[in-house]
Every structure is written in structure tokens, then in C-alpha cells.
């Protein structure tokens, strides 16, 4: 399990993420506080991510980094609107995180496939799996 600083960093990247187009809307806000909770992160410290910096950490294992990435598609079609700037984010943030570039560009075509662009958990790691063989 992720340590305290790590889930932090996760949290961290999120709302970046979320502030790339100015404003946290409220099924953003909503999304990234239910990911705090699931991560076990209290509501204060989730708030204050909002003003300080915290400290990077990219995810160590290649399941939690795919599992960074699918929170962030998720983040990004919760407004059911996306724009181009969150897209290539997106896809720079997964070649941050080392992912293959081509799985990258599979999921972010793909998720346009589905009922509010939601790509099913099993789908995006089939997808990455793929990509590994």
C-alpha cells in the first residue's frame, strides 16, 4: 500500500490536473475527495493539497502508475467535457509515468467507445497487458 506521502503526491497531481482549465468544478471537487477517502486521506488534508506543494512520487509499481493514469482519464471526462490542453496533459503525464506511449494512445482513443467515455478497469489493463507482451 501506498505510504502517507505518496498518496499526498497522488493527490496533489490530481487536482493540477483538475485546475488545468481554472476551475474545480463540482463533479471534479466530488471525484477527487471520494479518492481521497478511498485513499484514506482526511478531508483538511485533502483541502489544503489545494494551496501548498508536496513532494512528487511517482508511483513504484507498474500496476499503481496504470492505476494513476485511469483516475486521471476518469478526472478528466467527470465534467463530460474535455478539452485538448487536458488531453495532451494527459498523455504527457502517462509518458511521465513510463507507460508505453502507444497504450497511452490506444486508451485515449478508445475511451471515446463508451457510455461517458468511462474505459472499464479490465478494459485499460487488458490494453496495457497487451502492450508489455
Known amino acids: 500500500m501506498s505510504t502517507h506521502k505518496e498518496k499526498l503526491s497522488i493527490l496533489s497531481d490530481m487536482i493540477a490536473f483538475a485546475k488545468i482549465d481554472k476551475v474545480v468544478g463540482e463533479p471534479e471537487y466530488n471525484f477527487l475527495l471520494g ?14 493539497l489545494f494551496e501548498m506543494e508536496v513532494e512528487r512520487i511517482i508511483p513504484k509499481t ?12 476518469l478526472l478528466m471526462n467527470v465534467d463530460q467535457k474535455q478539452l485538448e490542453v487536458e488531453v495532451s496533459r494527459l498523455h504527457n503525464i502517462g509518458l511521465g509515468l513510463g507507460l508505453p506511449p502507444s497504450a497511452i494512445e490506444q486508451v485515449l482513443s478508445l475511451m471515446h467507445q463508451y457510455p461517458d467515455k468511462i474505459v472499464p478497469p479490465n478494459v485499460l489493463i487488458n490494453i496495457f497487458k497487451a502492450h508489455y507482451n
Open 62 to 73: 507498474e500496476a499503481d502508475r496504470i492505476i494513476h493514469f485511469h483516475r486521471l482519464v
Open 35 to 48: 479518492v481521497a477517502a478511498h485513499l484514506g486521506v482526511n478531508r483538511d488534508t485533502f483541502e489544503s
